[in-house]
């Protein structure tokens, strides 16, 4: 059973990010402090510029546990080339032991015409395994 719990978007410097987030039940085991969550990442060059994403920076927050940084080149292996009006989506994942949680982060964005690089707002989204929800 998979259950969406929230879609969320943010524009920076005319680069949109839109976060679809799911609990995937299937792969989770409460019982064993462990809860999967997807999310889907659509990213639209709404600018008048090529750009290219080279890194990612995320800031995981897991209720009552220690928070988590991740930082890397690219996002699931690759660094897209987005042209002006061109849309890039990717789906990747994170555990979490409460069941509660949230995500922040940007990602390092290059425009191709000048090498000029600039950061893009990832908008914090949450996750929340619905037996956490009473």
């Known amino acids: 059973m998979i259950f969406l719990i929230q879609m969320i978007t943010e ?4 680069v949109k990010v839109t976060v679809e987030t799911e609990y995937q039940s299937s792969y989770s085991s409460p019982s064993q402090y462990h809860f999967v969550f997807t999310y889907r990442i659509t990213i639209e060059n709404q600018s008048d510029f090529t750009v290219q994403l080279l890194r990612r920076h995320w800031h995981i927050h897991d209720a009552a546990f220690t928070p988590r940084e991740v930082e890397g080149e690219g996002v699931v292996g690759q660094q897209p080339v987005l042209e002006p009006g061109q849309t890039h989506q990717y789906i990747s994942g994170c555990n979490l032991k409460s069941g509660i949680g949230k995500m922040v982060g940007t990602y390092l964005m ?4 000048d090498g000029a690089r600039f950061e893009v707002n990832i908008p914090e989204f949450s996750m929340v395994a619905p037996l956490r929800m009473n």
Do not use: A, Y
Request: proline share 0%; net charge neutral.
């Open 11 to 14: 524009i920076t410097q005319g």
């Open 110 to 113: 290059e425009r191709v015409v």
